[in-house]
């Protein structure tokens, strides 16, 4: 969701024209969501058959290795946060006032509920290094011009998924779409971005929506309020003890 999803940062585009390998695509892709600071200001809305939640929250990226995302809404939920340092992921609770540090067995599970996995959310493994790119060619998503490509995780990848398909927009090297299947090779997951937008000189993709394969009425859409990039961000914002000091 990739992505999930903290950010997305966008590179200069290429002319669609140009030859380019699936790492180079996927490079330039991942680049674009990882590059940089940024802060976001985001809304979460999980719809049911029965019932729709939605969940404000604030959140700090910097390059690979650092993400901050605290809940600000609604107010049962407000102050949870969520830490990643390097490979190491932190949940603060504040309603029991209690750390906890995930272990890779949580990655698959739901975040929050949602139909976000704290693996999506947090994005601890990397497309680059962890999976085996094969471009597929051009196919239209809508109105844009999108690379097609397959990734297979490496046999000693510590990832969620078996497989990976990912329509990536050749203008601007947004992730458009993807689908994400199970080691079986049954699709369970197909995330769509839309609403594109300029937010500080840059095009993103302001809603990013997750539907399940085999849940009817099931979807999770997250979308961007304000998005602000490189900012001047202190490596001491994220800090187990700063997480729990959040205003």
């Given amino acids: 969701m ?4 903290f950010t997305l940062f966008l590179l200069p585009a290429l002319a669609i024209g140009q030859d380019l390998t699936a790492e180079e695509i996927i490079r330039r892709s991942e680049e674009n969501m990882r590059g940089g600071s940024s802060y976001a200001e ?6 049911r058959p029965t019932w729709t939640r939605e969940t404000q929250m604030r959140s700090w990226a910097k390059d690979q290795d650092y993400a901050l995302i605290l809940v600000t809404a609604p107010a049962r ?16 609770q504040p309603r029991i006032e209690r750390t906890i540090k995930l272990p890779p ?18 994005r601890e493994s990397s497309i680059t290094d962890d999976y085996e790119q094969t471009l597929l060619g051009m196919e239209k998503v809508g109105d844009m011009d999108c690379y097609k490509l397959e990734l297979i995780p490496h046999e000693d990848a510590a990832v969620v998924w ?12 947004m992730q458009v779409k993807t689908e994400f299947y199970d080691e079986d090779g049954f699709l369970i997951n197909t995330m769509t971005a839309s609403d594109f937008r300029v937010f500080d000189g840059r095009h993103i993709p302001a809603r990013m929506t997750i539907v399940p394969e085999d849940k009817p009425g099931h979807q999770t859409i997250v979308e961007y309020i304000s998005l602000d990039f490189n900012r001047e961000i202190p490596d001491d914002i994220f800090t187990i003890q700063n997480m729990k000091n959040l205003p």
């Fill in 162 to 173: 078996g497989k990976l398909i990912m329509w990536i927009s050749a203008e601007h090297f």
């Fill in 105 to 122: 067995s949580m990655m698959s599970q739901s975040w929050m509920g949602s139909d976000f996995t704290n693996d999506d959310l947090v």
């Fill in 2 to 5: 990739k992505y999930l999803i």
């Fill in 42 to 47: 985001m809304k979460m809305t999980i719809v």
């Fill in 77 to 92: 939920d407000k102050g949870i946060a969520y830490l990643k340092r390097h490979n190491d992921i932190w949940n603060w």
